[in-house]
């Protein structure tokens, strides 16, 4: 999509709908800084922009816009030219990398959980760094999914490429577990091509070079599954809007568009297989009542809501919508000192009906998202696929 | 299941339902009754979407609506048989049939004198403008009221910006409408009714209207304020949440849709620019893309096209005659007639008259034939065909 701010008629649909700029007043709002902040890009005026930096990247503007303008991207545009003014602190640079915390952290377990769950550390971190001391950092697994997945013996079947992510590799492997259970089940036999971080922590820090590094990276080994007659599938639509979209759109790594041709959500890929009539189908009845929190980033893949689709194959289930919003976490967004109070703000309204509706346990897709909900509100969190792999019995 | 590219157009509307303002549109005064006025409209102009519906739908169609308010806690107010005639926040007046009830008391046909209060640093409304130009009504012997205004200064919102939307949400508050009452009161006089632009709760307006009411002891109305409307918006979310609680699934932001279609027969899209699906079928499609602001028309140099299926759209193929030279005439913009035509059962139909899918219907802006802008027709046309369109559809399932 290429960035065309004509298409905007002003009519400031995104600022009504924009989470971070109901939530705080240091932010002016995705119409000023997107298509009306172009407007003197294009004449080569820098824009000074620290509130540029408020964006919660969640798209919310692109998806309530109804003249298709690309508000986000013209956004991100804004950024990199401010960036090259400003080069990124040494706290954007770590939260950035934090594949590389997650490596560590997984290596150094139970030190590093101990470390993070350390009243001290977590002071020095927050006057010394601005890394918020009040947002729990999750607890590395040292047995990563990756492991896991290596220690289990080959199956047979039709090859499938699964791009895990790093959560799901350092974190909590049980949805990757899930998603490789789930497409056994279906007949094929999942790889694990060689993959890094998708790169946006990167982006959301900043630091699109080497997002872009890490961008080749990928691509060169996913391209090669490709080539190798295995379509990708991604169970985080964080991971997956950054190979699909952002590569091509933000970071403009060349042959990128042969990820969005071959990717795949992995809820979308399976309801494609139900509608060829190739999914499996054995499903035991699960008698409850589950409510659905949709990611942000599920939306900006733009294909609908394939999980609800899909979960609504379960005899039985009864999947409820929760209202719609951000969560407000944004991957590093919510970690940020300055930042922690509007990710609270922002996410209030989603925390405020899961309360209300007394679940116990929330379904979405995204990682943080998860993490957010579940931290703030105490209630059980899982993928949508966990539920389906459950309804395929054990 | 609701399929959408983005927000729609009820962000940018007043939240009042339009029923027929204007007849025939280059009239200068407003009718006081869209109801008397149909049999003439039949006469006049035979393609009208009014005329397709009936009268009788579209009185069952804004029954409906009014019931539907009114069960959801956001009570709309009127009939189709009248018109109030609301004060805009430039100070001149707008012909509409239902209007929430938070605005009711506004009706410039109720005599008496009004105090229009605004909030210093809100742009959007400004009650000196608007006074001087009402009260130029009134001195004219046109409207009832005579008005005052009133300014409030030192309105804190936390740092956030004083706009129509945060000050919505700022009313949701109870403390911070206590505090707005107690200043809003040395501003009143004994007998005066207060108006105030439509900021007063962005998810309860009718609690915090009610709440001021009862504290102030005095009769208060809303006034339309330029986009994003905060009552367009209450509507839009009044009727997102009634539809959600009955199970229908909403997609946003849904830039590409790629038609399934066989022999005259819709059987769904497929979302997402590669042919990857998910797919979505139905057994009956209701399209209501609206016009070019909503995004269901659009043009190039040489045609104007349907966005979406790209079905035939009436237009003269003179590209002079799309526009009207006078900006704002009231005989409004020819490009606000054209659309789709439909038949007597709102299918959209080719050149030759024959439906062009068997299960599918169109509703608003995106019919031909209804100019919504000069004839201010918008909501009641939407609602009425919707209605008709909606129940048309549901019979095929």
Request: aromatic share 10%.
């Amino acid at each position: 999509m290429k960035a065309n701010l004509d298409q905007c008629i002003k009519c400031s649909i995104c600022n009504a709908y924009c989470p971070v700029l109901k939530a705080t007043g240091l932010f002016p709002g995705p119409k000023l800084s997107g298509p009306d902040a172009q407007r003197f890009r294009m004449q080569r005026k820098a824009i000074p922009a620290d509130w540029l930096e408020f964006c919660d990247y969640c798209k919310i503007c692109e998806t309530v816009c109804p003249h298709n303008v690309p508000i986000a991207e013209m956004h991100i545009q804004s950024r990199k030219a401010w960036g090259t003014k400003r080069p990124p602190s040494f706290r954007n640079w770590l939260l950035g990398h934090s594949y590389l915390l997650e490596k560590l952290g997984s290596w150094a377990t139970p030190i590093s959980n101990w470390a993070f769950g350390w009243g001290f550390l977590r002071w020095l971190l927050d006057r010394g760094l601005g890394i918020d001391r009040r947002i729990k950092i999750p607890a590395f697994r040292r047995r990563t999914f990756e492991k896991w997945f290596r220690s289990r013996g080959l199956t047979r079947g039709k090859p499938i490429a699964y791009f895990y992510g790093c959560y799901t590799n350092y974190i909590d492997p049980t949805p990757g577990q899930a998603v490789v259970e789930v497409l056994e089940k279906n007949g094929f036999q999942v790889t694990l091509p060689r993959q890094e971080c998708c790169g946006l922590p990167l982006i959301g820090n900043d630091l699109f070079d080497l997002a872009a590094n890490l961008g080749e990276r990928n691509l060169k080994s996913l391209r090669k599954s490709v080539e190798e007659g295995a379509e990708i599938v991604f169970s985080s639509p964080s991971c997956g809007m950054t190979l699909t979209q952002e590569y091509e759109n933000i970071l403009h790594i060349p042959g990128a568009s042969i990820l969005a041709e071959h990717t795949y959500e992995i809820s979308q890929f399976l309801l494609m297989l139900y509608e060829e009539g190739r999914l499996n189908t054995d499903f035991r009845e699960i008698n409850e009542t589950y409510f659905y929190h949709v990611p942000c980033h599920l939306r900006a893949l733009k294909m609908g809501l394939p999980a609800l689709e899909l979960l609504s194959l379960i005899p039985g289930l009864r999947v409820i919508e929760l209202p719609e919003g951000c969560c407000g976490l944004a991957g590093t967004y919510g970690y940020k000192r300055e930042k922690y109070e509007v990710a609270r703000e922002v996410g209030k309204e989603i925390f405020r009906a899961i309360r209300k509706t007394n679940a116990r346990m929330v379904i979405s897709d995204c990682e943080a998202c998860r993490m957010q909900i579940g931290q703030q509100t105490g209630v059980k969190t899982f993928h949508p696929i966990q539920i389906l792999r459950r309804a395929y019995g054990e | 299941m609701i399929i959408a590219r983005g927000m729609g157009s009820l962000p940018l509307t007043s939240g009042c339902i339009d029923g027929l303002g204007y007849f025939p549109n280059t009239s200068k005064t407003p009718l006081s009754s869209p109801f008397t006025a149909l049999g003439q409209l039949r006469q006049n102009d035979p393609h009208h979407p009014y005329v397709k519906v009936g009268q009788e739908e579209i009185l069952s169609a804004l029954a409906c609506f009014l019931e539907l308010s009114r069960s959801d806690g956001m009570p709309y107010a009127g009939t189709f048989d009248s018109n109030f005639l609301i004060p805009t926040p430039l100070g001149t007046f707008h012909p509409t049939c239902l209007v929430p009830e938070t605005m009711k008391s506004g009706a410039l046909s109720l005599p008496g004198r009004v105090l229009l209060l605004g909030l210093a640093g809100l742009k959007d409304f400004s009650p000196f403008l608007a006074v001087e130009n009402l009260n130029l009504l009134h001195s004219q012997g046109m409207i009832a009221p005579s008005f005052r205004a009133g300014d409030m200064e030192g309105l804190d919102l936390g740092g956030k910006a004083i706009n129509g939307l945060n000050l919505a949400r700022a009313f949701d508050e109870k403390d911070f409408r206590e505090k707005f009452i107690k200043r809003a009161q040395t501003f009143l006089r004994p007998g005066e009714r207060l108006g105030l632009p439509a900021i007063l709760g962005f998810h309860s307006s009718f609690e915090a209207w009610n709440d001021l009411k009862e504290k102030m002891a005095t009769e208060i109305f809303e006034i339309p304020m330029p986009p994003p409307s905060v009552p367009g918006i209450r509507l839009y979310n009044l009727l997102k949440t009634h539809l959600r609680e009955r199970g229908v699934r909403i997609f946003m932001g849904v830039s590409s849709l790629r038609p399934l279609a066989e022999d005259r027969r819709l059987k769904g899209f497929s979302l997402g620019s590669s042919q990857k699906g998910p797919f979505y079928r139905a057994s009956a499609f209701v399209l209501a893309t609206g016009k070019f602001v909503g995004g269901g028309l659009d043009s190039d140099r040489g045609r104007i096209y349907e966005t979406l299926l790209d079905m035939p759209v009436l237009y003269p193929q003179d590209r002079k005659k799309w526009f009207n030279p006078r900006l704002l005439g009231t005989e409004g913009q020819p490009f606000n007639l054209f659309g789709v035509e439909v038949n007597e059962h709102l299918k959209p139909i080719d050149p030759g008259g024959q439906a062009i899918y068997s299960n599918l219907f169109a509703a608003g802006g995106i019919i031909a034939h209804a100019d919504s802008m000069s004839e201010k027709s918008g909501g009641g046309v939407a609602i009425s065909t919707g209605y008709m369109a909606g129940k048309l559809a549901a019979a095929m399932k």
